[in-house]
């Protein structure tokens, strides 16, 4: 069972020691989770955390998405963290549903994980280095009626 809990100070030192050996997380710094105006979230199996999904909101001409990061503790455990997506990721869209977001948009230029996220978990390719979600239509819908 993948359970998810708010990231708590105790995280820090092993998301510090992850981001290190990430070869697509290196440059970002640990307080990048931890920042002013974002939400972060760990991801957990029985075996403890899997991974840490950053989500900052971005509001555009009244419609708010959720800008996505995602960093895995192990990018060679590809199972693990699949299951983990594709439990997990389903829990975080009804959150950003029920608070109201239009969509996601994730950056990624990792192969593997972009065609997973389009195949599985329903994003579309925006282009090389982005992907969009959209989570309420009714939203969209609206700000076109309206003319924005």
């Known amino acids: 069972m993948i359970t998810s809990r708010y990231i708590e100070f105790d995280d820090y030192n092993m998301l510090a020691n992850s981001l290190i050996r990430d070869d697509y997380h290196k440059a970002t710094e640990v307080g990048f989770f931890y920042a002013e105006g974002t939400v972060a979230s760990v991801f957990e199996d029985s075996d403890g955390p899997v991974l840490f999904v950053r989500g900052k909101h971005i509001v555009k001409e009244g419609v708010g998405i959720i800008q996505l990061d995602i960093h895995f503790l192990n990018n060679a455990d590809a199972k693990r963290n699949m299951r983990t997506m594709l439990e997990g990721f389903p829990v975080l869209e009804k959150r950003a549903k029920e ?42 819908d609206k700000r076109a009626e309206d003319g924005l």
């Open 99 to 140: 608070a109201g977001f239009a969509g996601f948009i994730f950056q990624s230029t990792a192969p593997f994980l972009r065609k997973f996220c389009i195949r599985r978990l329903g994003f579309m390719d925006y282009n090389e280095e982005f992907l969009v979600k959209v989570l309420l239509e009714d939203s969209l």
